[in-house]
């Protein structure tokens, strides 16, 4: 068994390694756009234009290349912070289905929604009489609300805490509310995310067979795995057990966290039952449990009377007892602690292992 340093040092690696394990694609769309719009936001402000997602300039002067261009790179740093925290909690899904088939959406999505702003453009300007083919908002944005169609169907609601009666907080609420903020971030980005949504459900219900023209070829998947893998993948710890890929981030990091806990837990015992060893003695339980010692000798001296008016001891769960003794605890030791404890397992153990 390791040591309770290396324990520690083991848990802060893990945690380093929960953020971007296994999800080299959600890596690079965190990086390389952001890196690219603070570029463009800070240092060339006069190559934005270039970069600008301008459907009037496609339609009118057939600048195709805007509707890549413009769809890559946000040029304004709030749209870029909010996307990358979504790609970030998103990234589930890449490690559920694989980087072939997480990109494979998101090109899907991407293509798909171009198609639907272009359409939705059209709408507004013959219903309203509005012309917004010129002011939509740049940025891999579509593809990013389109992940929340699979969020929505497959991720399921774990309930966090009740606030005004029926309505309560769950694992997605910060999700939503995040998705929510970026919404309402600009006058007609409702028109690219509105188009994402929808590109979203038609690739995630299979529509027309999209996920099958729209996907990324096996040979081009290795070819960037190999070219690119090395760049962005983050590297798996060795020595650790593997862990069920839990429904959402919360859960994953909780299963990975509690396993975690169980070393260090272990490891931490190990270490107190050596110096208890070493002192040759047993737990101090004046110093954990004063007021119970002092309870007790005061009904020591007061004799049988005063055992008589004395409440009857806790009873004690047998199951936590052989849990406790099942960790290398005395029995006695046990019994003290759970009925200190008001029969509260975590609160003995962490009273067994301090002191």
Same mark, same amino acid.
């Given at each position: 068994?390791?040591?309770?340093?290396? *324990?520690?040092? +083991?848990?802060?690696?893990?945690?380093?390694?929960?953020?971007?394990?296994?999800?080299?694609?959600?890596?690079?769309?965190?990086?390389?756009?952001?890196?690219?719009?603070?570029?463009?936001?800070?240092?060339?402000?006069?190559?934005?234009?270039?970069?600008?997602?301008?459907?009037?300039?496609?339609?009118?002067?057939?600048?195709? +290349?805007?509707? !890549?261009?413009?769809?890559?790179?946000?040029?304004?740093?709030?749209?870029?912070?909010?996307?990358? $925290?979504?790609?970030?909690? %998103?990234?589930?899904? /890449?490690?559920?289905?694989?980087?072939?088939? %997480?990109?494979?959406?998101?090109?899907?999505?991407?293509?798909?929604? *171009?198609?639907?702003?272009?359409?939705?453009? /059209?709408?507004?300007?013959?219903?309203?009489?509005?012309?917004?083919?010129?002011?939509?908002?740049?940025? %891999?944005?579509?593809?990013?609300?389109?992940? %929340?169609?699979?969020?929505?169907?497959?991720?399921?609601?774990?309930?966090?805490?009740?606030?005004?009666?029926?309505?309560?907080?769950?694992?997605?609420?910060?999700?939503? !509310?995040?998705? $929510?903020?970026?919404?309402?971030? &600009?006058?007609?980005?409702?028109?690219?995310?509105?188009?994402?949504?929808?590109?979203?459900?038609?690739?995630?219900?299979?529509?027309?067979?999209?996920?099958?023209?729209?996907? !990324?070829?096996?040979?081009?998947?290795?070819?960037?795995? +190999?070219?690119? &893998?090395?760049?962005?993948?983050?590297?798996?710890?060795?020595?650790?057990?593997?862990?069920?890929?839990?429904?959402?981030?919360? !859960?994953?990091?909780?299963?990975?966290?509690?396993?975690?806990?169980?070393?260090?837990?272990?490891?931490?015992?190990?270490?107190?039952?050596?110096?208890?060893?070493?002192?040759?003695?047993?737990?101090? +339980?004046?110093?954990?449990?004063?007021?119970?010692?002092?309870?007790?000798?005061?009904?020591?001296?007061?004799?049988?009377?005063?055992?008589?008016?004395?409440?009857?001891?806790? /009873?004690?769960?047998?199951?936590?007892?052989?849990?406790?003794? /099942?960790?290398?605890?005395?029995?006695?030791?046990?019994?003290?602690?759970?009925? *200190?404890?008001?029969?509260?397992?975590?609160?003995?153990?962490?009273?067994?292992?301090?002191?």
């Amino acid at each position: 068994m390791m040591s309770f340093g290396q *324990a520690a040092e +083991w848990l802060c690696g893990e945690v380093r390694g929960l953020l971007l394990n296994k999800a080299p694609l959600s890596k690079s769309l965190l990086l390389v756009p952001s890196a690219l719009s603070l570029l463009l936001t800070l240092l060339l402000p006069h190559c934005q234009k270039l970069f600008a997602y301008d459907l009037h300039a496609v339609k009118n002067d057939f600048q195709v +290349w805007r509707l !890549i261009c413009g769809r890559i790179v946000c040029l304004d740093l709030k749209d870029t912070f909010c996307s990358s $925290l979504l790609i970030y909690n %998103f990234r589930i899904f /890449e490690r559920r289905y694989g980087s072939r088939k %997480f990109a494979s959406f998101l090109l899907g999505s991407w293509v798909l929604s *171009a198609l639907f702003d272009l359409i939705l453009v /059209e709408a507004v300007q013959y219903l309203v009489g509005v012309t917004v083919a010129n002011n939509l908002p740049s940025g %891999f944005l579509a593809p990013v609300f389109a992940l %929340f169609v699979p969020f929505y169907r497959s991720i399921p609601r774990v309930q966090v805490a009740h606030i005004l009666g029926p309505l309560s907080i769950t694992n997605k609420t910060l999700i939503y !509310i995040l998705g $929510l903020q970026l919404f309402t971030s &600009g006058s007609h980005i409702w028109i690219v995310a509105i188009s994402g949504l929808i590109a979203g459900m038609c690739y995630d219900r299979e529509v027309f067979q999209v996920h099958q023209v729209l996907r !990324i070829p096996g040979s081009v998947a290795q070819f960037f795995s +190999w070219a690119l &893998g090395p760049v962005f993948s983050s590297s798996e710890p060795t020595s650790e057990a593997r862990v069920g890929m839990g429904a959402t981030v919360d !859960i994953q990091r909780q299963q990975r966290m509690e396993q975690l806990d169980r070393q260090l837990m272990l490891s931490q015992f190990a270490h107190v039952r050596r110096q208890r060893q070493q002192q040759g003695g047993m737990i101090n +339980w004046n110093r954990l449990f004063p007021p119970l010692r002092q309870r007790r000798n005061i009904n020591y001296q007061d004799g049988p009377r005063s055992e008589q008016r004395a409440s009857p001891p806790l /009873e004690v769960s047998e199951e936590q007892v052989a849990r406790l003794m /099942e960790m290398g605890f005395s029995r006695g030791d046990a019994l003290e602690a759970l009925r *200190a404890s008001n029969n509260d397992l975590n609160v003995a153990t962490n009273f067994l292992l301090q002191h």
